[in-house]
């Protein structure tokens, strides 16, 4: 290790940095499959950092996962004055296990893909069944690992979350050399997640399906034509999922798209307005906001208006894309094909002169989904959820954070789930909050 120290808010910050450790013993890519450890200098002398020791501090793993891409481990860093979440976390007492993990572009030295879809959560499993099975040698309590990502990152944080001792995983892992230990995470936090792929493309036409054009986008008749179909099926599927609110209402969708589930989406952009305004932020350029006449306060939005407003970053097909070349179609390929088509619907509306090219292997497309582990008795689930999805963001439709986060509350975990206002894509915005609510949960969960 390396003894190093960061001052924030004239405070100085010692700890020990573990870095470039491996977390499998038969790593595919060594540059890829390794972690940084660090850890308050205070809990190699018996000392305590905001009430935690040694043996209590919760371990944070920030992963830095971008666009499905290969990603490196977090380091300490402060910008501008501004500590990052690896040094933001030391300061409140968490060890912090920052992995590095493969992804959709990484190739072997003979040329096959090594990172494709499911190498990334793999390798955040094995990174997770590391620190559990050194869990008595190493500082920091491996039964309170809270994961945090951003976008892709936000996804696969998510995916700890769910996926936790999925034997699903188990021969990816096994061919690794990862620790026999579990894979299973006490919390996670996720900023815009990029996720439930397979269902994206219809839940992006419900948000934007009147908005043929954007700064980023100009539709043509197909465009048009595959957004309506697209748009059609997702109130089937939302209705199959029998989601409901906090007290209990069913969340629906009528064959136009409009229903309780609708107000539901509605709602959370409602609450943020209102907490902005409060805060005074001026409010005038979002004039989609519908106000109360006599108190002021924001009572609905004009949905159509408000698409229109943050308008579509993405053609129909937006994750599952016709033309098989989207971010998303890279991830889903395999050692020797690049990109693949993960839903039927795109495959069948192929605009490439290669139709086939769908996954070989569709478990996979499941396997990157937390949809199909959330409640599953062949998972351990988190108990604890922290959503936030931007109401500025385009990258995937509001709707799909708010379903997996309403899964998760549906099943009688806590999730604390919100759109700040205003805010586009990105993450660790509110470290403050971020890390009360850790420490707030982790005491309720002692
Ligand atoms: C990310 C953004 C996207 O729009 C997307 O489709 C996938 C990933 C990202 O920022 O990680």
């Known amino acids: 290790y390396e003894s190093m120290s960061t001052t924030v808010d004239n405070k100085e910050i010692k700890y020990r940095a573990f870095e470039y450790i491996p977390y499998v013993a038969n790593p595919i890519d060594i540059d890829q499959q390794y972690m940084n450890i660090y850890v308050p200098e205070e809990y190699f002398n ?18 830095a996962v971008g666009g499905y891409m290969p990603s490196q481990a977090m380091t300490p860093k402060v910008e501008n004055g501004k500590p990052n979440s690896v040094v933001y976390a030391l300061s409140r007492g968490y060890v912090v296990a920052a992995p590095a993990t493969r992804g959709r572009t ?33 500082p920091g309590n491996a039964n309170r690992i809270i994961t945090n990502g951003t976008s892709a990152g936000g996804a696969v944080s998510l995916l700890q979350g769910a996926a936790g001792n999925s034997s699903d995983f188990q021969p990816y892992l096994q061919a690794l050399g990862a620790a026999t230990a579990a894979t299973n995470v006490y919390a996670v936090s996720a900023y815009a997640p990029i996720t439930n792929l397979d269902a994206a493309d219809m839940a992006y036409e419900w948000s934007y399906n009147g908005i043929t054009s954007s700064n980023k986008v100009s539709m043509n008749h197909d465009d048009v034509a595959y957004s309506n179909l697209l748009n059609e099926h997702f109130p089937d599927y939302v209705n199959n999922l029998q989601l409901h609110d906090s007290v209990g209402r069913v969340l629906k ?79 889903f390929g395999t050692s020797t094909t690049d ?98 609510w850790m420490d707030n949960i982790v005491k309720n969960g002692r």
């Open 253 to 331: 969708l009528d064959k136009n798209g409009n229903g309780t589930f609708k107000n539901y989406v509605k709602e959370f952009i409602v609450a943020a307005a209102n907490k902005a305004q409060a805060k005074g932020t001026d409010l005038s350029k979002h004039t989609y906001l519908v106000r109360d006449n006599k108190t002021g306060t924001i009572k609905d939005i004009n949905w159509e208006a408000y698409n229109q407003f943050v308008s579509r970053s993405k053609a129909p097909g937006a994750f599952d894309s016709r033309s098989n070349d989207s971010g998303e179609n890279n991830l």
């Open 46 to 63: 018996n000392g305590t950092v905001n009430g935690y020791t040694t043996q209590t501090a919760p371990i944070f793993m920030p992963n």
């Open 339 to 436: 990109n693949n088509h993960f839903t039927i619907t795109a495959a069948l509306h192929d605009t490439t002169s290669n139709p086939e090219a769908y996954v070989q292997n569709a478990k996979v497309v499941t396997m990157m989904n937390p949809m199909n582990y959330l409640g599953s008795p062949a998972a351990t689930n988190a108990h604890f959820y922290r959503i936030r999805y931007g109401t500025a963001d385009s990258n995937t439709s509001v709707a799909i954070p708010l379903i997996v986060g309403t899964r998760a509350q549906n099943l009688g975990y806590k999730v604390d789930m919100a759109t700040p206002f205003d805010v586009n894509h990105s993450g660790d915005y509110d470290l403050d909050e971020l890390f009360n």
């Open 106 to 138: 990484n190739k072997a030295s003979d040329g096959n893909f090594i990172g494709k879809a499911p190498a990334v959560i793999v390798d955040l499993q094995a990174a997770t069944a590391y620190l559990h099975a050194n869990d008595s040698t190493m």
